[in-house]
């Protein structure tokens, strides 16, 4: 039996981590200054959610075979500092699943939007099919219990992240996974924390482009002019596979493949955007043992990825969804998507700005116009994450000038947005909510039942 311990475990991708190395028999202990949900509940059922919060370096002993290094903690972390005078290994989660995936085929899925959608369409199509497989994905998916899992399958897919490994490298994650298949979803600018120059941040791609092995296999969405240029390079044996949006047709609502027999196949996620993802899971799949057929026979049942266009409630006349768009890239397509969908509903998007780069008035210029597809365009932002932040303050004037949308509405109360809501006529209207963030504790049900009564 094997210890480990996690700085920071209560993260997205480390408390899976840690909850499946549980699960396989593994002595996992873990630390962390703040957990929340669903995190704290998923530790808790393990019994690894810490008994105190905080960080304590006499958890740090020499008997640990290895600490894992979460992002959220800091270079001077207390916990960090013993291991490294205790000489204890300390692994990033990126360079953890390396290290258990050397006999693996690798498959990475990266870009700055789509990769949660298309790693968990090729899981579902994995798991439909019975097939042994290992993966790490960042968002919850029907019929699975963690968002990873490490074993002695054949073959790994990974949701490969640009943001950095940890506190002490500073590296993109998708650069330690030395990956067979590369699929490019599309590249649009994030994460200015780490990457205030653009140019630095679409390099990071081509790095990971230049990771593939002679014989490797990179996929790429060649409507994305960034990601094309990239295809368009010369590499050495590297097979590519370019891809666009899978012929398809919307009628009442619904979207239908037309397959290449040109019968329709029902499907029940939609919009441009997932049309391309679904086309390049289709590719990736290709090159790990699931033919075209075996491909159509599982995509209907792929109902989406927790929090990407996830549906809140419905009756005949309006549908409310919710969405973890909150880069520009993903709020224009998400908002793009659900207007063509229904066509003659009117919709009401609301994006909340809750991220380091959509707060930032540096950055603020990128949501110019991607609001604009939405019959009533409304932003919500709070000062007090502003303030948490440290950045400096926000008017609706800037982000109505930003925007580039003279008819948007901008609140800044959780309280004052839910009036508003409620008080809309919505008949043969729908409801698109976008964030990372929880618009400061809005009740979702309760909303949704003012507007549906």
Known sequence: MKKIHFIAIGGAAMHNLAIDLHNKGYQITGSDDEIYEPSRTLLGEKGLLPAEIGWFPSKITSDLDCVILGMHARVDNPELAQAQALGVKIYSYPEFIYSQSLHKQRVVIAGSHGKTTITSMILHVLKYHKRKFDYMVGARIEGFDTMASLSDAPVIVIEGDEYLSSPIDRQPKFLHYHPHVVLMSGIAWDHINVYPDFNDYVHQFELLADTLPKAGSFIYDETDKLV???????????????????????????????????????????????LKNLNGAKLVLSQIGIEEDEFYQAIPSFKGAAKRLELVAENDETIIYKDFAHAPSKVEATTKAVKAQFPNRKLVACLELHTFSSLNKDFLGEYSNKLNTADVAIVYFSPKTLAHKKLPAISPEDIK????????????????????????????????????????????????????Q
Request: net charge positive; proline share 4%; aromatic share 12%.
């Open 228 to 274: 094309n240029k990239i295809g368009e390079r010369n590499f050495e044996s590297v097979r590519k596979f370019p891809y666009k949006a899978h012929p398809h047709k919307v009628k009442n609502g619904k979207t239908f493949l037309i397959l290449p027999d040109k019968k329709e196949l029902e499907i029940e996620v939609f919009g441009e955007h997932n």
């Open 401 to 452: 000038s930003h925007f580039n949308n003279p008819n948007l509405l901008v609140f800044t109360e959780s309280d004052s947005l839910k009036t508003f809501l409620l008080a809309e006529r919505w008949r043969g209207c729908n409801l698109l909510m976008m964030s990372s963030g929880t618009f400061d504790g809005l009740d979702f049900k309760e909303l949704s039942q003012g507007i549906l």
